[in-house]
């Protein structure tokens, strides 16, 4: 079995060294660039969606830094058991109120205008939940998480494109969870 593991590993460099190869002989281009776009997220069957701007600088080929805001659009609705006869559920409202987060970001740049991405990095969350018809009965609540997360885009003239990408906020702090990010954007490079 150790040697079968072997093999394939070593078929599977093989197959990788003439791509990583070619990406490195390609230069991408350096410097500013911005994303503007929607992100979808799912956190324990609460489904929020926001629109999302990123801003960030990209410093050779295949290393860049990014900061991204993000602000509720979707709200979802959960049942939350009251832990009474009646009503044993009350429906309840969840808004993401704001999100913030900073990336370092890794680039594999496959030609001029593509690139595959990946990021680590470290954000905040903020929720606001409330039950219509229950005067007073709101909660907010805040959220920092260690996020990490795969990616690509697509520059068509060089310098506008489009993104789309993956991330996975792993909440700590008391807060238990995650959530799974799902964003496509516009893309400019500046």
Known sequence: MKALTVAASAALAAAAIPALAQAQTVTAPTGLYATLG???????????????????????????????????????????????????????????????????VGFLPINPQWDLLARIGYGNQKVKASAPGYPGAEAEANGNSWNYGVGAQWHWD????????????????????????????????F
């Open 38 to 104: 929607y992100a979808d997220a799912d956190s324990s069957g609460v489904n929020l969606g926001a629109i999302q701007g990123r801003i960030g600088w990209r410093f050779n080929n295949w290393l860049g830094v990014e900061g991204e805001l993000a602000g509720g659009v979707k709200n979802d609705h959960v049942d939350v058991a009251t832990g009474l006869a009646s009503p044993a559920t009350i429906r309840t409202d969840v808004k993401l109120r704001h999100q913030e987060a900073i990336y370092g």
């Open 158 to 189: 060089g310098v506008n494109g489009i993104r789309a990408d993956y991330t996975r906020e792993e909440f700590t702090h008391g807060s238990s969870g995650h959530a799974n990010v799902w964003a496509i954007a516009y893309s400019r490079r």
